[in-house]
């Protein structure tokens, strides 16, 4: 039936279909669009004129699927009732601010109930197994009783995560992906330090001290959230060593 219509107008054959109605109303009035696509269709093979130069991808998972990157990950559906709701202090969120590049990173670590900011320092790159110590060694640093758990990403720096786990004695769940706001806290921190190190910043030049004099800064700044109190002040009791 379609070989009864006149070829289709040069325009058509070189354009991608969407662009097709707009010159058409203009260049063949009298040349229904769907027949013209349908023709143009017919005559080409379709895809060949496309800008890409291939036909529309068929995904390779259905949707909502998403290959798991990091081995045995236990989500944060998962996590307890005291951490969603910051009653109880030692529930932590983490994640990377990464430097110009992506050749550096600083690691952040913010307490939920306090906002109280730590910054492993990554002075050689951010690598599984460069994160997994220098999580786990700042972690060890703090009393137990706010090393409850730890809430991060599916990043794959994580996927040593099980490490960190066992070296620090910590619980540790992965937020879904595409969801920031499940690490709120920790998003809010990371726009705070974005103050101190803008992005596209050569993060490698700063030593573990520079780190602790940011962190610090930031642990004594009063905080809207916390009804203008200091995150040192929320939880500086429960740093203190056991008498």
């Known amino acids: 039936m379609l070989n009864t219509f006149e070829p289709c107008p040069p325009f058509v054959q070189a354009e991608k279909p969407s662009n097709v109605h707009g010159a058409s109303s ?33 995904p390779s998972r259905k ?8 081995p045995g990950i236990v989500n944060i559906s998962q996590r307890p009732a005291e951490a969603k709701d910051r009653a109880v202090p030692g529930h ?7 430097g110009k590049g992506n050749q550096s990173a600083i690691t ?17 790159g951010y690598t599984p197994e460069l994160v997994a110590p220098a999580l786990a060694g700042k972690i060890q640093t ?3 009783a706010v090393r409850r758990s730890l809430t991060w990403d599916q990043g794959t720096e994580m996927r040593d995560w099980q490490q960190v786990k066992i070296a620090a004695d910590i619980a540790i769940f992965f937020a879904d992906p595409h969801s920031p706001w499940q690490r709120g806290t920790n ?4 726009g705070l330090l974005r103050q101190y190190f803008p992005k596209g910043t050569d993060l490698l030049v700063f030593t573990e001290a520079d780190l602790d ?5 930031l642990n004594d700044r009063p905080r809207k959230r916390y009804d203008y109190a200091k995150p040192d002040e929320l939880i500086g009791h429960l740093l203190l060593p056991a008498a």
């Open 187 to 190: 998003e809010n921190t990371n």
């Open 108 to 124: 952040t670590l913010v307490e939920r109930s306090t906002g109280y900011t730590m910054l492993p320092h990554l002075p050689d």
């Open 63 to 70: 949707a909502g699927q998403r290959k798991n990157r990091i």
């Open 92 to 98: 932590w969120e983490g994640d990377l601010i990464i």
């Open 142 to 144: 703090l009393p137990e």
């Open 26 to 58: 203009m260049s063949t009035p009298d040349l229904p669009i769907v027949v013209c696509v349908l023709a143009w269709r017919v005559e080409t093979r379709a895809a060949r004129h496309l800008r890409t130069g291939r036909a529309i991808r068929k």
């Open 213 to 217: 004099r940011v962190a610090a800064e």
